[in-house]
């Protein structure tokens, strides 16, 4: 099995910063992609930023220069550093695994989630 940790949400003012991780453990044998959600009360979960296993990155257009993924394979982690923090970025944040696992099985892993929220 596979366990996804997601932490480091909280409460922030607007402007602030704020670093989210995202810990895979369990019988992996590799990680390829990891996507970071997020999912505010009444909308529709939306793809915030992705890494590859080689590094490439992807982002929403509304997160752009503000926000920036990051990984370390060696402890199966990626990070999501949230800079100029929005009222409209508050959401559950949740990180979506794709990993090979020790058994020859390739599939996704979700975690529970953090909150962000963005209040003065």
């Known amino acids: 099995q596979v366990q996804v940790v997601e932490s480091g949400g909280g409460l922030v003012q607007p402007g602030g910063s704020l670093r989210l991780s995202c810990a895979a453990s369990g019988s992996i044998y590799r990680i390829n992609l990891i996507r970071w959600y997020r999912q505010a009360p009444g909308e529709q979960r939306e793809l915030v930023a992705a890494v590859t296993s080689d590094g490439i990155t992807n982002y929403a257009d509304s997160v752009k220069g503000r926000f920036t993924i990051s990984r370390d394979n060696a402890k199966n982690t990626v990070y999501l550093q949230m800079n100029s923090l929005k009222p409209e970025d508050t959401a559950v944040y949740l990180c979506?695994?794709?990993?090979?696992?020790?058994?020859?099985?390739?599939?996704?892993?979700w975690g529970q989630g953090t909150q962000v929220t963005v209040s003065s």
């Open positions: 979506n695994v794709w990993a090979w696992s020790t058994s020859s099985t390739l599939r996704d892993y």
